[in-house]
T-cell receptor, first 115, second 112 residues
Framework: GAVVSQHPSRVICKSGTSVKIECRSLDFQATTMFWYRQFPKQSLMLMAT?????????EQGVEKDKFLINHASLTLSTLTVTSAHPEDSSFYIC???????????FGSGTQLSVL | SQQGEEDPQALSIQEGENATMNCSYK?????LQWYRQNSGRGLVHLIL?????REKHSGRLRVTLDTSKKSSSLLITASRAADTASYFC????????????FGSGTRLQVQP
């Protein structure tokens, strides 16, 4: 199946710093990428939909200035958590689909811990 | 908002037994998918069932879909310790959006 690479897998940072997470589709062109957030023992919550070459669409309650998404190419989307605070500590997972592809392929996730 | 609810939230069985997980959802869907997640890892796609299908098999997995009841079940037969993971249903809602909405998940523990 298609491969989605996400890194870093784990990051620990101080409060107030910004963290960038990359999501790459390795063997297909991802016209759309999705960013999810997952708290321990909970489900995945959609944060935003990232479309190549256009602005991301954010879910209700997700601050676009806090979580900056860039999808500059068909194989790369980035999520930047700006001025991170301890409450931003979570597991962030990206997923991608190609054109006319019903399945989503997931990255391995990034565990963010903000001290 | 979260689309699906799953039950049970947690399930512990012995190796060799069957495991059944249920998922309910709220709105019309194009398809329903099941994913597996090992602790702290990404998700692995298991099976997709379309809204016009009622049952689907893949190896030891059997999925049913009842659109009249807005529910689905995942059956894992002859479970193995390696099946220990969290299982999520996800719906592709009939809204034109392509994002999946995930259920609350079932944590399965298979005792060797």
């Amino acid at each position: 199946g298609a491969v989605v690479s996400q890194h870093p897998s784990r990051v620990i940072c101080k409060s107030g710093t910004s963290v960038k997470i990359e999501c790459r589709s390795l063997d297909f062109q991802a016209t759309t990428m999705f960013w999810y957030r997952q708290f321990p023992k909970q489900s995945l919550m959609l944060m935003a939909t990232s479309n190549e070459g256009s602005k991301a669409t954010y879910e209700q309650g997700v601050e676009k200035d806090k979580f900056l998404i860039n999808h500059a190419s068909l194989t790369l989307s980035t999520l930047t958590v700006t001025s991170a605070h301890p409450e931003d500590s979570s597991f962030y997972i990206c997923s991608a689909s190609g054109q006319n592809n019903e399945k989503l392929f997931f990255g391995s996730g990034t565990q963010l811990s903000v001290l | 908002s979260q689309q699906g609810e799953e039950d049970p939230q947690a399930l512990s069985i012995q190796e060799g037994e069957n495991a059944t997980m249920n998922c309910s959802y709220k709105t019309s869907i194009n398809n329903l998918q099941w994913y597996r997640q090992n602790s702290g890892r990404g998700l692995v796609h298991l099976i997709l069932i379309r809204s016009n299908e009622r049952e689907k098999h893949s190896g030891r997995l059997r999925v049913t879909l009842d659109t009249s009841k807005k529910s689905s079940s995942l059956l894992i037969t002859a479970s193995r310790a390696a099946d220990t993971a969290s299982y999520f249903c996800a719906t592709d809602m009939d809204t034109g959006r392509r994002a999946l909405t995930f259920g609350s998940g079932t944590r399965l523990q298979v005792q060797p």
